[in-house]
């Protein structure tokens, strides 16, 4: 395996967690900055490593140089080559991720509120939906699995500042919902975005 992460794993658990549009972009958009650095690494690595061998090489040609020094020269090349496989195995395997992220921005972006905004104001206006959406889905969590919310989650969900007019009455019909028979069942249906990376008709049909 020379992946970062897997195609299933950035779907559904990295990118599918969100809960907008514009949060799987700016997680998307994290994920393919990481995999440039990580290709624009393994240039650089290529680079070092060509060096070393030439290095090495120039140890083995040096007439001054005793036997133990050409035999480690030799046996760094020898290293060096070795790896050499699994450098561009993974070398090519990033750019299949990368090309593969590219291909989920262009699937979400017609669906984001704010693409029309530069990345850097687009990430910070999505954060209250997102977070919001987010506390309600712990919220549904908590209730459907413990029968409460626990003070910590309760404490940071009182401080949204949509709590009164959106998290508090989403809580009060989950317990409501809870007292029903079969109410659990009805919490726990899937949740998440992924449904936005799959085929144009199952969105039709989703939407």
């Given at each position: 395996?020379?992946?970062?992460?897997?195609?299933?794993?950035?779907?559904?658990?990295?990118?599918?967690?969100?809960?907008?549009?514009?949060?799987?972009?700016?997680?998307?958009?994290?994920?393919?900055?990481?995999?440039?650095?990580?290709?624009?690494?393994?240039?650089a690595?290529?680079?070092?490593?060509?060096?070393?061998?030439?290095?090495?090489?120039t140890?083995?040609?040096?007439?001054?140089?005793?036997?133990?020094?050409?035999?480690?020269?030799?046996a760094?090349?020898?290293?060096l080559?070795a790896?050499?496989?699994?450098?561009?195995?993974?070398?090519?395997e990033?750019?299949?991720?990368?090309?593969?992220i590219?291909?989920l921005?262009?699937?979400?972006?017609?669906?984001?509120?704010?693409?029309?905004?530069?990345?850097h104001e687009?990430?910070q206006?999505?954060?209250?939906?997102?977070?919001?959406l987010?506390?309600?889905?712990?919220?549904e969590?908590?209730?459907?699995?413990?029968?409460?919310?626990?003070?910590?989650q309760?404490?940071?969900?009182?401080?949204?500042?949509?709590?009164?007019?959106?998290?508090?009455?989403?809580?009060?019909?989950?317990?409501?919902?809870?007292?029903?028979?079969g109410?659990?069942?009805k919490?726990l249906?899937?949740?998440?975005?992924?449904?936005?990376l799959?085929?144009p008709?199952?969105?039709?049909?989703?939407?």
């Amino acid at each position: 395996m020379h992946y970062r992460n897997s195609q299933f794993q950035v779907k559904y658990f990295i990118v599918g967690a969100c809960h907008t549009a514009d949060e799987m972009y700016r997680k998307l958009q994290e994920l393919r900055e990481e995999r440039d650095v990580a290709l624009k690494n393994v240039e650089a690595s290529v680079l070092r490593e060509k060096a070393k061998i030439l290095r090495a090489e120039t140890v083995i040609n040096d007439l001054s140089k005793t036997e133990a020094d050409k035999l480690e020269a030799q046996a760094d090349i020898l290293e060096l080559k070795a790896f050499k496989d699994q450098s561009q195995a993974c070398l090519e395997e990033a750019i299949r991720e990368r090309d593969y992220i590219d291909t989920l921005i262009a699937q979400v972006q017609p669906f984001r509120k704010y693409a029309h905004l530069p990345d850097h104001e687009s990430h910070q206006l999505a954060q209250q939906e997102d977070w919001k959406l987010e506390l309600a889905f712990r919220a549904e969590n908590c209730i459907a699995s413990i029968g409460y919310i626990p003070t910590d989650q309760l404490a940071t969900m009182r401080q949204h500042p949509e709590w009164s007019t959106f998290l508090l009455p989403k809580i009060q019909g989950l317990i409501q919902l809870t007292s029903q028979s079969g109410g659990d069942s009805k919490i726990l249906t899937q949740k998440g975005m992924s449904f936005l990376l799959e085929s144009p008709q199952k969105i039709d049909d989703t939407v």
